[in-house]
């Protein structure tokens, strides 16, 4: 799910040597990555739902791509009885099973709080992830990045008034691709915050990019697409419940007894959707990754240096790949404020309490006088 080796690209080398479509120059040697468990079980922390927002709706924004236009999932919630005055939009990580799901808690707490501010909360799902449309086309980061961009800045955008503040949260590979585009000046919220900020897929930073494994991680790709054989390996690697159970207790979550099979079913039943195979074959093989090095991702935080403040958000139990990279962003250049909170890959879902708080501490922070 992020800079860590998910236990679908180990099926995805191990299916490949076996049935041998790719002929690797050299064996490879996996070890799945585990997050150690640390016990933060409590019921203010757990992943329950806690309050019931006022007034919540589900609806379809159009977003017009090249010739096409596709309908994009997203959540608006707000409190009844108030006018807001700024709007916070929170975008998902980008994965096999990224949904809205992950972030609603945290909307609704940050909603109904009681503060000098009235908030109102918009969650949207990516194109090809969720439960927006997933349509067959060539799924890069640039891709992505068009696509926030659009989303904050059309007329038409549920989030777009110029008589309110915009604060986007992103989680995953979703605040990288939010900070490059901040940093290009293409959005321009009053802040943003990094919530378990990542920014390589799982092979490129296991394998590396040099030209031979770009061409294997092709391969990997196009087969993915493919009728027929593509799917038989899409539903063995990702549409599998036991992958998906694995991967979120490994290290997607940082306490296994969190992941519950409701959890597991739902990211299950997003897999069956038309077009799933799309994205998680792009993500797989880096081609959804922001930048390519960790001096990249630095660079892109400290180009936000001045313009807006910037949270980003660490978490105790990332795997070990995924850590050090956010570790590199204490006291860079650019960043705000550094925070750690339990979890691992998605604090906001695991420990929504915990993450709302420090999210919403963040907004009193730099927008109540």
């Given at each position: 799910?992020?800079?860590?080796?998910?236990?679908?690209?180990?099926?995805?080398?191990?299916?490949?040597?076996?049935?041998?479509?790719?002929?690797?120059?050299?064996?490879?040697?996996?070890?799945?990555?585990?997050?150690?468990?640390?016990?933060?079980?409590?019921?203010?922390?757990?992943?329950?739902?806690?309050?019931?927002?006022?007034?919540?709706?589900?609806?379809?924004?159009?977003?017009?791509?090249?010739?096409?236009?596709?309908?994009?999932?997203?959540?608006?919630?707000?409190?009844?009885?108030?006018?807001?005055?700024?709007?916070?939009?929170?975008?998902?990580?980008?994965?096999?099973?990224?949904?809205?799901?992950?972030?609603?808690?945290?909307?609704?707490?940050?909603?109904?709080?009681?503060?000098?501010?009235?908030?109102?909360?918009?969650?949207?799902?990516?194109?090809?992830?969720?439960?927006?449309?997933r349509p067959k086309m060539d799924y890069v980061a640039d891709v992505m990045e068009n696509f926030l961009v659009d989303f904050v800045n059309a007329a038409d955008s549920p989030v777009n008034s110029s008589a309110k503040d915009l604060v986007v949260f992103g989680g995953g590979h979703a605040a990288t691709i939010l900070a490059r585009a901040a940093t290009?000046?293409?959005?321009?919220?009053?802040?943003?915050?990094?919530?378990?900020?990542?920014?390589?897929?799982?092979?490129?930073?296991?394998?590396?990019?040099?030209?031979?494994?770009?061409?294997?991680?092709?391969?990997?790709?196009?087969?993915?697409?493919?009728?027929?054989?593509?799917?038989?390996?899409?539903?063995?690697?990702?549409?599998?419940?036991?992958?998906?159970?694995?991967?979120?207790?490994?290290?997607?979550?940082?306490?296994?007894?969190?992941?519950?099979?409701?959890?597991?079913?739902?990211?299950?039943?997003?897999?069956?959707?038309?077009?799933?195979?799309?994205?998680?074959?792009?993500?797989?093989?880096?081609?959804?990754?922001?930048?390519?090095?960790?001096?990249?991702?630095?660079?892109?935080?400290?180009?936000?240096?001045?313009?807006?403040?910037?949270?980003?958000?660490?978490?105790?139990?990332?795997?070990?790949?995924?850590?050090?990279?956010?570790?590199?962003?204490?006291?860079?250049?650019?960043?705000?404020?550094?925070?750690?909170?339990?979890?691992?890959?998605?604090?906001?879902?695991?420990y929504p309490a915990v993450v709302a708080e420090e999210l919403y501490n963040f907004l009193r922070e730099n927008f109540e006088p």
């Amino acid at each position: 799910m992020a800079i860590s080796l998910s236990s679908a690209s180990i099926h995805a080398v191990s299916y490949f040597n076996s049935v041998k479509v790719a002929s690797f120059a050299k064996p490879f040697s996996i070890r799945a990555l585990s997050a150690s468990s640390l016990d933060y079980s409590s019921s203010a922390a757990s992943v329950v739902e806690k309050r019931s927002v006022s007034s919540s709706k589900a609806d379809k924004w159009q977003w017009k791509y090249r010739d096409a236009t596709f309908n994009i999932h997203y959540e608006k919630f707000e409190k009844d009885g108030s006018e807001p005055s700024m709007n916070i939009l929170l975008v998902p990580t980008i994965s096999d099973v990224s949904t809205v799901d992950e972030w609603r808690s945290v909307a609704k707490d940050i909603v109904e709080r009681d503060g000098k501010t009235s908030l109102q909360a918009t969650i949207v799902d990516w194109p090809g992830l969720g439960y927006s449309d997933r349509p067959k086309m060539d799924y890069v980061a640039d891709v992505m990045e068009n696509f926030l961009v659009d989303f904050v800045n059309a007329a038409d955008s549920p989030v777009n008034s110029s008589a309110k503040d915009l604060v986007v949260f992103g989680g995953g590979h979703a605040a990288t691709i939010l900070a490059r585009a901040a940093t290009k000046d293409l959005v321009k919220p009053k802040a943003i915050a990094a919530v378990a900020p990542t920014w390589a897929g799982p092979l490129p930073i296991v394998f590396g990019r040099d030209s031979s494994m770009e061409s294997r991680y092709g391969l990997l790709r196009g087969t993915l697409r493919s009728p027929g054989v593509g799917w038989m390996m899409y539903n063995m690697l990702v549409s599998n419940e036991k992958a998906i159970q694995s991967q979120y207790k490994s290290h997607v979550y940082s306490n296994p007894d969190n992941v519950t099979q409701e959890i597991v079913d739902k990211r299950y039943a997003l897999t069956k959707r038309p077009g799933a195979r799309y994205v998680p074959a792009a993500f797989l093989t880096g081609l959804l990754d922001p930048v390519k090095s960790r001096e990249e991702f630095l660079k892109l935080f400290a180009g936000l240096d001045g313009k807006m403040p910037a949270l980003v958000v660490s978490t105790t139990n990332s795997p070990k790949r995924s850590k050090a990279e956010m570790e590199a962003l204490r006291g860079a250049k650019g960043v705000t404020k550094f925070i750690e909170v339990p979890g691992a890959l998605l604090p906001q879902e695991e420990y929504p309490a915990v993450v709302a708080e420090e999210l919403y501490n963040f907004l009193r922070e730099n927008f109540e006088p």
